[in-house]
């Protein structure tokens, strides 16, 4: 089994790119039989994702459940250790309340990992694994965590997921001084928020107008001047939008761009 840890660093837990967040970290140090708990679990760690395919700007929430499978019941002193096998980041699990044998408890969107992989030729499949440490392995700040019990099974202390990362697209970015003008809107569909890229010859005031299906205009916003020379990201607040397809149009000075995104 992968022993609970000692931890360095402590900090609130907020959405990340990756895996790079380090509350905690594995010590190699040792302990004398003295600092070993008299209580003996058997914990069991289930983790998954969602969404299991994320689009570029997307973020997958992992959520993971602890099942007792032991007789002893563990209790809110009881913090759990875990982190991404093969990796130096570790982090704390606290019960919010007992979880007696045979019982378990969700802890959701524990952590946060965002497409944010602009070079991505094609889309990508990350298979990641979670594992268990013993609180016998970790320190914080260099000093022991306290040990209130110990797991000697190892069969249950790991699992695993699959996550897709869509590539970015790279068509349709908006474009003045070409005929580019077909926008790729991301996410699509899209739920809270709606982007798209816009790569300017030279610097332009920038409205963008969004209409539903009937013609009717339902947001505009005006972005000032966007400078050019390289590509930017604009957003969209569509929140407050029912579901279905709507229609954008991006005026420049010289050119128009259009395009289209559903919501959820």
């Not at 289930?46 to 007792?68: E, M, Q």
């Not at 440490?133 to 700040?141: D, E, H, L, R, V």
């Amino acid at each position: 089994m992968l022993n609970c840890g000692f931890i360095k660093n402590v900090t609130k837990q907020r959405p990340m790119n990756t895996f790079t967040k380090v509350l905690l970290t594995v010590s190699t140090m040792v302990l004398g039989t003295a600092s070993f708990a008299q209580k003996t679990c058997d914990l069991k760690i289930t983790a998954t994702a969602a969404p299991t395919t994320v689009n570029y700007g997307d973020t997958s929430r992992i959520t993971i459940v602890l099942t007792n499978i032991g007789t002893a019941t563990m209790n809110t002193s009881d913090t759990v250790y875990y982190g991404p096998v093969g990796s130096t980041s570790v982090f704390a699990l606290v019960p919010t309340g007992n979880i007696a044998a045979g019982g378990s408890q969700t802890f959701s969107n524990v952590l946060y990992i965002r497409n944010s992989f602009d070079t991505l030729t094609a889309d990508r499949t990350l298979n990641t694994c979670l594992m268990l440490y013993p609180q016998t392995s970790i320190t914080k700040n260099g000093v022991p965590v306290p040990v209130t019990y110990n797991d000697p099974v190892a069969t249950n202390d790991s699992s695993c997921f699959q996550i897709t990362f869509k590539k970015k697209p790279t068509s349709g970015i908006f474009e003045f001084g070409n005929e580019a003008h077909q926008l790729s809107m991301y996410p699509n569909p899209a739920t809270t928020d709606v982007r798209f890229d816009v790569n300017l010859e030279k610097a332009e005031n920038i409205t963008v107008s969004v209409k539903d299906m009937s013609g009717r205009n339902v947001l505009t916003k005006d972005f000032g001047k966007v400078i050019s020379g390289t590509t930017v990201q604009l957003g969209l607040d569509v929140s407050h939008l029912q579901a279905g397809m709507y229609l954008v149009e991006v005026n420049g000075e010289q050119r128009i761009g259009t395009g289209r995104f559903v919501i959820k």
